[in-house]
């Protein structure tokens, strides 16, 4: 549907809170790039996202056309601990700045992630888009999209006239899901018609590794959750249907699954929002997975890696950056050095001294070095000392090519390649989940001829290194990303809420 004429403004505020990770989110982790831009903020918001994997690009794409685009702020933070309310509070009042600068307009479109906590909220987004509401009154059609490990709230659900989610983990499919929001935004303008709405939550939490929809259940969830958007039945039309596996490392009562509908009538969001929880109930038992140790997981890709096979890939999924680890733990580096392990790599950790030392000694220097550990991430860890050769140094600007992160220009500081015995080692000044062949590549080394890949990644690295790849562990080592959800210490969920699939419930004796 192509639609003209409208004023829209656009912003957004993403960040996907893990309330145990070690580390808090402030304004300069908003401002500055990482993967994604920096923030943004006036005209320039329009043009920045050209080309991206990002919902705010998408929508730009779809809306773009013969309407006029008004540009709140738009910003986002690597994962970590809560935003403080410093940060919070800068962006709010800059985006209802802009709101009001922006005069008169026929919507309003964010591009938010769904999991945010802060300092002073347990619901980011539920304040955001009440605020954003507060602002524009009850008749102005606000429209977000989500991340599918948002944590919906009812109170979300309430402020928003509708909030659509990706599809795939790997999340392939943001910017088209910016789109999706930009369709059902015109539909919503045009008519002037409300649309109903039905909300479904699960009662168990379900981990990480296992939300990844390339593989069973999620796949056919998912498959059934496309199927349903467009359905006509006896009671009305189903025009928006979003399933939200959740983000489970989040000590807030609202924290899992939900699912979220939009129809003509009660009865047909209800119907289609219902069908779909119901299938995910079903499928709990499926939910769970397998974690290795790193003792047997490096053991058994040392027995199993074979030239030519592409690489086996271990999953360091408790470290992973996109999820609230630091990128820096060391207890599969360390296993695959005291297993002699051989054309192995790890990426990428983070470690900027270490990055630094190296790039001062030179490519082919031999360095004493003290890595990783450095952040305090997982208690008890210790950095690893060894003498590395300093085998390549970047200035970690590269473009990420991969399915993923594709399109989008990498920004990772001096990066440098080390090796010691027959493990590799990319370390990098910034924090970067390694969901990208070029975040190796980039240093000289082509990841399919690797026997064993260790990556900082729970599930996006499937997207580039999955179809490569010989066999997939998910391994347990130190990291505040615990995969074990029963491990974590939860005080706040609500009562009965499954930890894990299958599990106990919470507060249940
Ligand atoms: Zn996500």
Request: glycine letters at 10%; hydrophobic letters at 45%; one cysteine or more.
């Amino acid at each position: 549907m192509e639609q003209t004429g409208m004023r829209i403004a656009v912003g957004g505020f993403q960040h996907e809170t893990n309330t145990f990770a070690p580390t808090k989110a402030d304004y300069a982790a908003f401002e500055q790039a990482d993967s994604w831009p920096a923030l943004q903020r006036g005209e320039g918001l329009l043009s920045a996202f050209k080309g991206m994997n990002v919902p705010i690009a998408g929508f730009i794409d779809a809306a773009s056309s013969g309407n006029t685009l008004l540009p709140l702020v738009w910003c986002s933070a690597t994962p970590s601990a809560y935003v403080t309310e410093d940060a919070f509070e800068r962006i709010m009042a800059m985006m209802l700045e802009d709101l009001a600068a922006a005069g008169g307009f026929d919507a309003v479109y964010l591009d938010l992630h769904g999991a945010m906590v802060t300092e002073h909220f347990d619901d980011g987004e539920g304040e955001i888009l009440a605020r954003i509401r507060a602002a524009i009154g009850p008749r102005v059609p606000l429209v977000a999209s989500l991340d599918l490990h948002a944590n919906v709230t009812a109170r979300m659900v309430g402020e928003a006239d509708a909030l659509i989610a990706y599809r795939t983990y790997p999340h392939v499919d943001m910017a088209e899901t910016g789109a999706r929001a930009a369709e059902h935004l015109f539909r919503l303008v045009t008519s002037g018609a409300r649309q109903a709405k039905a909300m479904r939550r699960l009662d168990y939490l379900i981990p990480l590794t296992a939300q990844c929809t390339l593989i069973e259940p999620a796949a056919s969830i998912y498959g059934l959750v496309s199927e349903a958007e467009g359905h006509v039945s006896g009671n009305g039309r189903v025009s928006s249907i979003s399933f939200t596996t959740g983000f489970p490392p989040v000590d807030i009562p609202e924290c899992g699954p939900v699912v979220v509908a939009y129809a003509d009538t009660e009865a047909a969001a209800a119907e289609a929002a219902q069908r779909i929880a119901d299938a995910a109930r079903e499928a709990e038992p499926d939910f769970r997975e397998k974690l290795w140790s790193a003792r047997d997981a490096v053991a058994h890709a040392i027995a199993h890696s074979a030239p030519g096979r592409g690489p086996i890939v271990l999953a360091d999924t408790q470290d992973n950056p996109g999820a609230g680890g630091n990128g820096d733990t060391v207890g599969i580096l360390s296993e695959l050095i005291a297993q002699d392990a051989q054309n192995a790599c790890l990426a990428v950790l983070f470690d900027p001294e270490s990055a630094a030392r190296a790039a001062e000694a030179g490519e082919g220097a031999r360095v004493v070095l003290a890595l990783g550990a450095k952040t305090g991430g997982a208690p008890g860890e210790h950095p690893l000392e060894g003498e590395f050769e300093v085998m390549r140094i970047t200035d970690g600007e590269f473009l990420a090519t991969g399915p993923f992160y594709g399109g989008s220009r990498m920004s990772l500081g001096t990066t440098v390649r080390l090796r010691i015995g027959g493990v590799q080692v990319v370390v990098a000044s910034r924090k970067g989940q390694c969901a990208d062949k070029e975040m190796i590549r980039h240093t000289g080394l082509e990841p399919r001829e690797l026997g064993i890949l260790v990556v900082k990644s729970s599930v996006h690295f499937r997207a580039d290194f999955g179809p490569m790849a010989s066999e997939v562990l998910v391994v347990e080592s130190p990291g505040p990303n615990t995969a074990d959800l029963a491990k974590l210490p939860f005080t706040r969920l609500r009562k009965g809420l499954r930890v894990t699939p299958m599990g106990a419930g919470f507060g249940v004796s």
